[in-house]
């Protein structure tokens, strides 16, 4: 019963270097985030997917990029990380809209130095 | 974007009633929420209302929406130091551009002392 799982838990960068955050849910649902909470901050969506192939930017799309090649994988790639990117990262996945309930992974906390 | 407010911090003794405020800004929101966060842990829906209902309740939580006022509330009866936990509210306008997106507030950090 695995739900969404992220990888890493943590990981720690050097500015410019580049990375993948991995998210994998195995629920079957079309609909996958990526937001990043910043302390003291609500959540912000990153880019979003509506199916496999589908991808599009949320409110804070600048420095990322993402790909959905199948349904159950969505990764999130940093090219050239910055201290601005420090924040901790949650993946999610819906069945439908956000109408309806979304599924959380655990986080992947950030540090860019 | 949306604004969502919360205040950042709520105590209440073990036995005690907690209510979390939120208030929001698009009085077209169509569903609104209530997600916990546990400490190391990802978001986890706790319960939603649609925008045409004023209250919900679900065994201890209670939900209270005040359109009018673009105000909407958390109430725990008989909080338990399980409840500690940060409290989200969340709110999804209208799907304008296919965004998809839940505009989440700063969180509450609920502490439940024995």
């Known amino acids: 019963n695995a739900g969404v799982t992220q990888t890493p838990k943590f990981r720690i960068l050097k500015i410019g270097q580049s990375m993948t955050l991995q998210c994998t849910q195995d629920m079957n649902h079309n609909y996958m985030y990526w937001y990043r909470q910043d302390p003291g901050m609500g959540l912000k969506l990153i880019y979003y997917s509506v199916g496999a192939g589908i991808t599009d930017k949320g409110e804070v799309p600048n420095g990322y990029n993402v790909s959905r090649s199948t349904t159950e994988d969505f990764p999130l790639r940093l090219e050239l990380a910055a201290p601005s990117q420090t924040s901790v990262y949650f993946c999610?996945?819906?069945?439908?809209?956000?109408?309806?309930?979304?599924?959380f992974g655990q986080g992947t906390r950030l540090t860019v130095v | 974007g949306e604004d969502v407010e919360q205040s950042l911090f709520l105590s209440v003794r073990e036995g005690d009633s907690s209510v979390i405020n939120c208030t929001y800004t698009?009085?077209?929101?169509?569903?609104l929420y209530w997600y916990k966060q546990e400490p190391g842990a990802g978001l986890q829906l706790l319960t939603y209302i649609f925008s045409n209902m004023d209250m919900k309740q679900d065994q201890r939580l209670t939900v209270l929406l005040n359109k009018k006022d673009k105000h909407l509330s958390l109430r725990i009866a008989d909080t338990q130091t399980g409840d500690s936990a940060i409290y989200f509210c969340a709110e999804t306008p209208p799907d304008q551009t296919g965004a998809n997106n839940l505009f989440f507030g700063t969180g509450t950090r609920l502490t439940v002392i024995p």
């Open positions: 999610a996945s819906s069945y439908e809209k956000l109408s309806t309930e979304a599924f």
């Open positions: 698009d009085s077209s929101s169509t569903y």
